[in-house]
């Protein structure tokens, strides 16, 4: 579907703005942990924003009809109202990130003429001339040039467009059908609007009488929702919405707190920040696992979901279990770590942050730090008493102390991250020893991916390699990790 891979729980659409799959750009942050999971998806790169797509996104033609999900309608064929009307996200994170690089891309790059792809080595193997770029799966990517949209594979020859697998809808006379997936009519024109494509085997549709409702492949009715939008299912439970026709100033509130901010960061984890959409889900059966009528739901992750209610907060698993119950805790600040199973958080009452585990509640650790973060590698982050420390995390060994205030990347391939301190940015193993400093005025814009991370210079972003030494020059306008 349309956030998810430590990790971390978005929580911008909850959070959906990039990690592993998002443009580095000169005028953000150097440390930006905006991330959001969603499940096999892939981005879109253009001139002047990146759009988020499925990857389940693709196009399937029949001669009834061609329908394009959930791109945008000027590719053309039906758009699906859901994906269109009420994005789940602006920017998205690829789950299993790399693999656009097991076909040989490292990375997308802008030039003066627009978006290419770079090699494995950092050869320009597609040169940058698209207006927008994106990885399809399966060795393809969607390019818009002169002539519009059409599909490339990682050498940049033409390709035919990818065939979405499974049943489909066509359109006759303003009602929708069902389509097998070679293409034989299953059922009559039957509905009045498609809210989403089939996945895990069901599909929400509007009925002709105008209820919303759930079907199966074969049409059958598996039951009726009040919601006013609706998103595929995702591994057994589907996020539905509803409208709000009154100015909401917890919501407000909520979205302007948020955790660190920035552009780099990993695939895995999210900042906790409320993006202010009425969302609830259902499971296959059509139960409310978690209600929209609450004050705030944010989106799902792999673990589950939390729920503000009347002030206080908890977290539900996909169940609809509390697991962690709830308490006066601030999501501000802090993050979840989907690989881990682990989130921080804070106490409104001491003002300081803790963790707990996700699976069982149980608190990992105690609510005393000033600042509490895991970069990965069994590592812990914490501040306390004006001192800032790294330590293992499991077993809160003291490693070495850092330079107060200082920040770190999660950290990449081969245990080596970013560490920012003020303006200076150093490249530290996982036991905090600095390998190489960046001059005065660079930016790191990520953490190391296959053995690299964009590194800006002056006006342009190249790629620089864990000793420091730049493998892609610093030419381009734009460059992202894919």
């Given at each position: 579907?349309?956030?998810?891979?430590?990790?971390?729980?978005?929580?911008?659409?909850?959070?959906?703005?990039?990690?592993?799959?998002?443009?580095?750009?000169?005028?953000?942050?150097?440390?930006?942990?905006?991330?959001?999971?969603?499940?096999?998806?892939?981005?879109t790169i253009s001139e002047s924003r990146t759009e988020t797509?499925?990857?389940?996104?693709?196009?399937?033609?029949?001669?009834?009809?061609?329908?394009?999900?959930?791109?945008?309608?000027?590719?053309?064929?039906?758009?699906?109202?859901?994906?269109?009307?009420?994005?789940?996200?602006?920017?998205?994170?690829?789950?299993?990130?790399?693999?656009?690089?097991?076909?040989?891309?490292?990375?997308?790059?802008?030039?003066?003429?627009?978006?290419?792809?770079?090699?494995?080595?950092?050869?320009?193997?597609?040169?940058?001339?698209?207006?927008?770029?994106?990885?399809e799966g399966d060795g393809l990517f969607r390019v818009k040039?002169?002539?519009?949209?059409?599909?490339?594979?990682?050498?940049?020859?033409?390709?035919?467009?990818?065939?979405?697998?499974?049943?489909?809808?066509?359109?006759?006379?303003?009602?929708?059908?069902?389509?097998?997936?070679?293409?034989?009519?299953?059922?009559?024109?039957?509905?009045?609007?498609?809210?989403?494509?089939?996945?895990?085997?069901?599909?929400?549709?509007?009925?002709?009488?105008?209820?919303?409702?759930?079907?199966?492949?074969?049409?059958?009715?598996?039951?009726?929702?009040?919601?006013?939008?609706?998103?595929?299912?995702?591994?057994?439970?589907?996020?539905?919405?509803?409208?709000?026709?009154?100015?909401?100033?917890?919501?407000?509130?909520?979205?302007?707190?948020?955790?660190?901010?920035?552009?780099?960061?990993?695939?895995?984890?999210?900042?906790?920040?409320?993006?202010?959409?009425?969302?609830?889900?259902?499971?296959?059966?059509?139960?409310?696992?978690?209600?929209?009528?609450?004050?705030?739901?944010?989106?799902?992750?792999?673990?589950?979901?939390?729920?503000?209610?009347?002030?206080?907060?908890?977290?539900?698993?996909?169940?609809?279990?509390?697991?962690?119950?709830?308490?006066?805790?601030?999501?501000?600040?802090?993050?979840?770590?989907?690989?881990?199973?682990?989130?921080?958080?804070?106490?409104?009452?001491?003002?300081?942050?803790?963790?707990?585990?996700?699976?069982?509640?149980?608190?990992?650790?105690?609510?005393?730090?000033?600042?509490?973060?895991?970069?990965?590698?069994?590592?812990?982050?914490?501040?306390?008493?004006?001192?800032?420390?790294?330590?293992?995390?499991?077993?809160?060994?003291?490693?070495?102390?850092?330079?107060?205030?200082?920040?770190?990347?999660?950290?990449?391939?081969?245990?080596?991250?970013?560490?920012?301190?003020?303006?200076?940015?150093?490249?530290?193993?996982?036991?905090?020893?600095?390998?190489?400093?960046?001059?005065?005025?660079?930016?790191?814009?990520?953490?190391?991916?296959?053995?690299?991370?964009?590194?800006?210079?002056?006006?342009?972003?190249?790629?620089?390699?864990?000793?420091?030494?730049?493998?892609?020059?610093?030419?381009?306008?734009?460059?992202?990790?894919?």
């Amino acid at each position: 579907m349309n956030y998810r891979t430590g990790k971390i729980l978005l929580i911008t659409s909850l959070l959906l703005l990039p990690a592993a799959f998002s443009p580095v750009r000169g005028e953000e942050p150097a440390f930006s942990y905006t991330h959001i999971h969603r499940e096999g998806s892939s981005a879109t790169i253009s001139e002047s924003r990146t759009e988020t797509r499925e990857k389940s996104s693709k196009t399937t033609t029949h001669s009834d009809v061609s329908i394009d999900f959930p791109s945008a309608p000027a590719a053309g064929g039906m758009v699906y109202p859901y994906l269109t009307k009420n994005k789940l996200s602006s920017a998205s994170v690829q789950k299993e990130g790399g693999r656009a690089y097991e076909y040989g891309v490292l990375a997308a790059v802008k030039g003066e003429k627009g978006w290419g792809l770079l090699g494995r080595k950092g050869e320009e193997v597609v040169p940058p001339v698209y207006s927008s770029i994106s990885y399809e799966g399966d060795g393809l990517f969607r390019v818009k040039g002169k002539k519009g949209f059409s599909y490339i594979t990682a050498d940049g020859k033409p390709a035919a467009p990818p065939r979405e697998e499974g049943p489909s809808f066509y359109r006759d006379r303003g009602k929708y059908g069902i389509l097998d997936e070679e293409g034989r009519k299953v059922t009559a024109p039957l509905y009045r609007q498609v809210l989403t494509p089939f996945s895990e085997g069901i599909a929400f549709v509007e009925l002709s009488d105008g209820r919303k409702g759930a079907i199966d492949e074969a049409g059958k009715l598996l039951f009726t929702a009040d919601f006013d939008s609706a998103g595929p299912y995702e591994n057994g439970l589907a996020e539905y919405r509803r409208k709000v026709n009154r100015f909401n100033w917890g919501v407000l509130a909520g979205a302007m707190l948020g955790g660190l901010g920035g552009n780099g960061g990993g695939d895995e984890m999210l900042p906790l920040s409320y993006d202010g959409v009425k969302r609830g889900y259902l499971d296959r059966k059509g139960r409310v696992i978690i209600d929209s009528r609450s004050d705030e739901v944010y989106p799902m992750t792999e673990w589950g979901a939390f729920v503000k209610d009347k002030g206080l907060l908890r977290f539900v698993n996909r169940e609809g279990q509390d697991v962690i119950p709830p308490g006066s805790y601030d999501l501000s600040g802090g993050m979840l770590y989907e690989r881990e199973g682990i989130v921080t958080l804070w106490d409104k009452g001491t003002g300081k942050m803790g963790a707990f585990r996700l699976a069982d509640g149980e608190r990992v650790k105690d609510f005393i730090y000033d600042r509490l973060y895991f970069p990965g590698e069994n590592r812990l982050l914490y501040e306390i008493n004006g001192r800032t420390v790294l330590a293992m995390a499991d077993t809160g060994k003291e490693i070495r102390e850092l330079p107060r205030g200082a920040m770190m990347e999660p950290f990449g391939d081969g245990g080596v991250t970013w560490m920012e301190e003020g303006k200076k940015t150093e490249a530290v193993d996982k036991d905090g020893r600095v390998l190489f400093a960046l001059p005065s005025g660079d930016k790191a814009g990520g953490p190391f991916r296959h053995g690299l991370s964009p590194v800006r210079r002056k006006k342009g972003w190249g790629l620089m390699n864990q000793q420091g030494q730049w493998v892609v020059p610093p030419v381009y306008k734009d460059l992202k990790m894919m």
